[in-house]
C-alpha cells in the first residue's frame, strides 16, 4: 500500500460521547474514513500510521441528514465511519505528549 493510499483512507479521528466511551472500554478507537475504503485498506492504513497492532475493523455508512435553510431543504454528505479495536497493549496517542 502506498503513502498517498494510506493518507486518503484515514481522514480523521472521529471524537464525540460514544466514540470516547468505546475507547475506554473496549481499547478501539473511531476514525472517518473514505467511502471507497475497505477493512483490509483501513488495517493497514492504522498499522503503518501509528505502529499499532489491529484486532478488527467494522465499518458503518452514515447517511447525511436532511437539513432547512429557512424554506430551502438540503441534504448533508453522508460519510464511512470504522471502529478500529487494537490489540491489548495497544494505545493511540492522537495528542503526540509522550
Do not use: C
Request: aromatic letters at 10%.
Amino acid at each position: 500500500m502506498n503513502k498517498e493510499r494510506i493518507f486518503s483512507v484515514l481522514l480523521a479521528p472521529h471524537i464525540s460521547e460514544k466514540a470516547t466511551m468505546v475507547a475506554e472500554q473496549g481499547n478501539a478507537f473511531v476514525f472517518k474514513v473514505a467511502k471507497d475504503a475497505n477493512k483490509l485498506e483501513i488495517k493497514k492504513a492504522v498499522e503503518s500510521l501509528f505502529d499499532v497492532k489491529v484486532r478488527s475493523v467494522r465499518t458503518l455508512n452514515v447517511k447525511g441528514k436532511q437539513k432547512f435553510f429557512g424554506r430551502i431543504s438540503g441534504k448533508r454528505a453522508g460519510w464511512k465511519k470504522a471502529y478500529v479495536s487494537l490489540a491489548e497493549g495497544q494505545d493511540i496517542d492522537f495528542l503526540g505528549a509522550e
